[in-house]
């Protein structure tokens, strides 16, 4: 295995695209070494991306938009101060993820690029309006999240692409966010369904959603239906059950040990109500 | 294949040494610098067996690569004590028997130590949260919340 420490993403972008075989990128490795150590994916290109400039760095725009480095971890967000205070579900999502020792290593980005339809992080981001810059052998392109994952384990970045940087939208007025997952208990483990809302209100009517699900289908979801049933509403009991019949609706689940096809399908129901009722409290100054 | 040459400061001590890219910092601390408290429990991520501060940050140092150390700055279990004074968890964890087989003790009292210097004042809940990432097979646990408690009682009373 090759190790590279480059300088800047497009040395890394060079690196990749002239290398044979399998390459990964390493930022927290709490996916990628883990593949490796148990032999289910053993690159034969490593490629650290920790040294590049600014890859740690999280910063709020003039126009209250977020830019995170691609080595940004979850108890760096956590930490930051301002971070949580407008964009909480997104910061509670990736706080979900793991022991205390894979926060300090483990980051959104990673989480994404593994490709896991069941990432506690990627609902929430898809939610928040969140896109990414890809570099790759032609330049930058920016991507919508919901746009990187193709399928369990797999995205839409080419060879010789990486991620160079997060982004999240300015939180703006009344608007408030939220993520829960389902998981038989307390904490350290994957989820069985997740939901991430994001809405803004005028007044008491919401204006503006956007809704994903995790872990119910091949890749999370961006849930069009869940976001039409909640525009224009006062988040009534009307709203409610038409946002968990969408959501339900929505699903394309697996069965497994941790759920059951129709277990699957009514959770995601149930919680993208809750979760609604999160955002909203959240959107109208409340605490929740 | 060409082997990676790694400065790094583990417990204030400049050390040198050459690994494979393969190698995780936990090989290394044990195999080449002869520093086996940290333990390889899972090898994934799962137990904390192998809990070290990188950089201050508690990670599980089976999920670090040891060309990854270079330039950094590591405390591992070795670093707690003061010559034959042991750190006040140290003592506490004995005072309260909290440990039986001791495997996972080094990254426990590591993980505890990262703890009371983020938050020396923990409610029981916020330390439970916080070891959750340290798997203990023999006291379940109770013990070990009390002495990592009872700690930060003292330090908070002496400082």
Not at chain 2, 47 to 60: K, N
């Amino acid at each position: 295995m090759q190790y590279h420490r480059p300088a800047s993403f497009a040395e890394a972008s060079d690196l990749a695209a002239h290398a044979t075989g399998i390459t990964r990128f390493l930022a927290g490795g709490t996916d990628v070494l883990v593949q490796l150590r148990s032999e289910i994916v053993t690159p034969d290109t490593l490629i650290d991306i920790k040294a590049i400039d600014g890859v740690r760095d999280i910063t709020r725009h003039a126009d209250g938009s977020w830019t995170l480095g691609v080595a940004v971890t979850g108890a760096e967000m956590s930490e930051h101060p301002q971070l949580g205070r407008e964009w909480p579900g997104v910061v509670e999502a990736m706080d979900l993820i793991g022991s205390t020792q894979i926060q300090g290593r483990a980051t959104p980005v990673g989480n994404l690029c593994n490709g896991s339809p069941a990432a506690d992080s990627v609902p929430a981001m898809v939610a928040a309006g969140a896109s990414v810059t890809v570099t790759g052998p032609a330049g930058d392109r920016v991507v919508a999240v919901e746009d990187i994952p193709t399928g369990p384990g797999k995205t839409s970045l080419a060879q010789g692409e990486l991620i160079s940087a997060l982004h999240i939208p300015a939180r703006g007025a009344n608007g408030g966010d939220a993520y829960l997952r389902f998981i038989p208990r307390t904490e350290m483990d994957i989820a069985v369904v997740g939901v991430g809302v994001s809405l803004r209100v005028d007044g008491d009517t919401i204006t503006e959603a956007r809704v994903s699900l995790g872990a119910v289908a091949p890749t999370v979801l961006l849930v069009e239906e869940c976001a039409r049933a909640l525009i224009g509403t006062t988040l009534d009991d009307t709203a409610l059950a038409a946002l968990a019949a969408a959501a339900s609706a929505a699903c394309k689940p697996i069965d497994d040990k941790r759920g059951t096809i129709e277990f699957r399908t009514e959770v995601a129901g149930v919680l993208a109500k809750r979760a609604a009722k999160i955002a909203y409290a959240r959107a109208k100054g409340e605490t929740a | 294949m060409t082997k990676h040459h790694v400065t790094t400061t583990v417990n204030g001590d400049t050390v040198e040494y050459l690994c494979d890219a393969r190698e995780t910092l936990l090989d290394c601390l044990r195999d080449k610098l002869n520093l086996t408290g940290a333990k390889e429990g899972c090898g994934t991520g799962d137990c904390g067996a192998c809990s070290v501060t990188l950089d201050r940050r508690l990670v599980c140092s089976c999920l670090v690569l040891g060309v990854e150390a270079e330039g950094k700055q590591i405390e591992t279990i070795e670093g707690m004590a003061r010559g034959e004074t042991l750190h006040p968890l140290q003592r506490k964890f004995i005072e309260h028997a909290a440990l039986q087989c001791g495997v996972c003790t080094p990254g426990v009292l590591v993980a505890a130590k990262a703890l009371l210097e983020k938050n020396p004042d923990p409610t029981e809940e916020e330390a439970r949260y916080w070891l959750a990432g340290n798997l203990c097979r023999c006291t379940g646990y109770d013990k070990i919340i009390r002495a990592v408690l009872d700690t930060a009682a003292e330090l908070r009373e002496a400082s």
